[in-house]
């Protein structure tokens, strides 16, 4: 998510899901462009903290993601070292209302402790309905027509990012290859991800063309090797802006 527009790969690390210190180093090591830190359910300030402890001053970009006032309180002692405050809002939510009065809380309280600058709204259009997330947000599955226009609105709306979620399933490239070319027509600057059970290099590879960035973060809790897939997602990311800069 750097502002210089070039593509990107991101681990994403769940403070409910604490990583072992060699699987977090490992994760580290294998040179992604990024981690962010942000989960659907069981966030405290004391887990928030501890991850964030963990990942901060390792060199790499790091971003938060803020659903709560818990996370904030975590997140204060780090928030001069991130990168980005990510602020999310669920496309497809039944209670957008919902979202709109915790941010409002989030504002009137920590207003003074909350970086400006560092700040970015993300659009989630959340796919699975078996995942946390997707129960968490309340969120209803969007018929196929209508999927498209609700990533439109997210652009028009001015959001920064805007996140097709499959939270731990593997997507649709049909549908990722539809939605960017609709943003495409939108002429706004909102940047495509994609998250979702990528777990292989060839995976990675399908879907990186289609996208701005990619982001993983389940396998991080799966015995495989991370080295591989970082390579894979920097090598196809690498290829599209070559492909971008013609």
Not at 50 to 79: C, D, K, M, Q, R
Not at 149 to 172: C, I
Request: aromatic fraction near 8%; charge should be neutral; hydrophobic fraction near 45%.
């Amino acid at each position: 998510m750097s502002e210089d527009k070039r593509p990107f790969f991101l681990w994403k690390i769940d403070p409910q899901r604490p990583l072992p210190s060699h699987r977090l180093q490992e994760a580290l090591e294998a040179a992604p462009d990024g981690v962010v830190v942000g989960g659907s359910s069981g966030l405290t300030a004391e887990n928030v903290n501890a991850t964030l402890a963990s990942v901060v001053g390792h060199g790499l970009w790091t971003g938060i993601e803020v659903t709560s006032v818990e996370v904030v309180v975590g997140a204060a002692p780090y928030l001069s070292q991130l990168d980005r405050v990510l602020v999310p809002f669920v496309l497809n939510t039944t209670s957008p209302l919902r979202w709109q009065q915790e941010a409002l809380t989030l504002l009137s309280r920590f207003s003074q402790l909350v970086p400006w600058e560092k700040l970015r709204t993300e659009g989630y259009l959340i796919l699975n309905p078996q995942a946390t997330a997707y129960q968490v947000a309340a969120c209803f599955l969007p018929a196929p027509e209508e999927i498209v226009p609700l990533m439109q609105w997210g652009a028009l709306l001015g959001l920064d990012v805007l996140y097709v979620e499959y939270s731990g399933r593997f997507g649709s490239p049909l549908l990722l290859t539809r939605i960017a070319a609709a943003l495409h027509q939108t002429r706004r600057n909102s940047r495509l991800i994609y998250g979702g059970g990528l777990r292989r290099a060839e995976q990675v590879a399908q879907m990186a063309p289609l996208v701005d960035g990619l982001i993983a973060g389940d396998l991080l809790y799966d015995d495989v090797p991370l080295a591989p897939l970082v390579a894979a997602a920097r090598n196809a990311l690498v290829h599209k802006e070559k492909r971008q800069r013609c």
